[in-house]
């Protein structure tokens, strides 16, 4: 799975850029990717606080490096592809699929929940700004769209 | 606590009729919502008093970055006149409109006075 996500990344050259911008990077995101797969059969803690805490700590560390949905979806598209074939593949049951299908829209939910959370609180970390006026100014802005 | 926001009405109307060369004025909360504005036709309230609540703040916090102490106000000046944001205490803005003919220190002590009647209002 790991090799299949790298290969994609790889081939995007403003993805393959970020994961070459540090020595040792893609070593690094090989571990932590294996484990993220793992994470997602286990469930760390059925699925609970720790699991829920760990994927919100993914999407904090995407929007740090500048990584947004529009890279992390289809990323997670790839995923849920090859997780498609590979049961197909072993004849695994669809109720499989449609877990695995799920878990990782889920954990997709939680890295863009983290991306919108994130950047806004950095906005009002460096304004100053309320919750109230940044909304306010949201829906300003919005409704002369 | 409830504003009196009839007062607060009753002290911006006297504070643009009566103070010269000046030509709106508000009083917002930090979130942007107008409590009580006084403004040129024309002008979006809801629009302008959530740019006014941002830019006080961030005025605020840049005076901090720049470690610039305490913001007395943030004035922002076009060939049309001035705009003038001041601090009401915790929790209001206010907003000035004055034209290009205003005498700035006359309207910086007409500020002065007017927030501190505003701030009585808003205690
Ligand atoms: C399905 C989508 C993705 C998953 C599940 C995923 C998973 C992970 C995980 C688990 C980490 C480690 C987080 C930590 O240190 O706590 C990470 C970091 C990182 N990811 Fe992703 N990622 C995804 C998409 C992407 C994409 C599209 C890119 C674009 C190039 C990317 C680039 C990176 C980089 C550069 C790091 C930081 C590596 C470091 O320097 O430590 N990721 N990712």
Redesign the interface.
């Known amino acids: 799975m790991a090799d299949h996500f790298y290969g994609y990344l790889g081939r995007d050259a403003e993805m393959s850029n970020i994961l070459n911008a540090q020595e040792g990077r893609i070593h690094r995101l090989r571990e932590t990717f294996v484990q993220w797969f793992h994470e997602m059969f286990t469930g760390m803690d059925a699925w609970g606080k720790d699991y829920a805490d760990r994927r919100w700590r993914i999407g904090l560390v995407h929007v740090q490096i500048g990584i947004g949905p529009q890279h992390v979806v289809p990323a997670m598209a790839i995923v849920v592809h090859e997780v498609g074939k590979r049961l197909q593949a072993d004849g695994k049951d669809q109720a499989l699929k449609e877990a695995l299908s799920r878990i990782c829209m889920i954990d997709l939910a939680f890295i863009e929940q983290a991306y919108v959370e994130v950047s806004s609180a950095a906005v009002l970390r ?5 919750e ?2 940044f909304r ?2 949201i829906a ?1 802005g919005a409704s002369s769209m | 606590m409830a504003i009196n926001t009839e007062k607060l009405g009753y002290i911006l109307q006297s504070f643009v009729t009566t103070t010269a060369d000046i030509q709106g004025a508000a009083v917002v909360t ?4 107008p409590l009580s504005a006084n403004l040129p036709g024309g002008m ?1 309230e ?2 302008v008093s ?2 006014s ?2 830019m006080l ?2 005025g ?2 840049i005076g901090v970055e720049l470690a610039r102490g305490n913001i007395d106000r943030i004035s922002v000046e076009g060939n049309e006149g001035f705009s003038i944001l001041t601090s009401c205490g915790e929790d209001a803005v206010f907003l000035v409109l004055a034209s290009q003919a205003a005498k700035q220190g006359v309207l910086m002590l007409e500020i002065k006075r007017a927030v501190s009647e505003l701030k009585k209002v808003l205690s």
């Not at chain 2, 930090?30 to 919502?33: Q, S, V, Y």
């Open positions: 460096e304004t100053g700004w309320t109230g006026l306010r100014l300003t | 930090p979130d942007g919502l979006d809801e629009r959530a740019m609540a941002a703040s961030l605020e916090r």
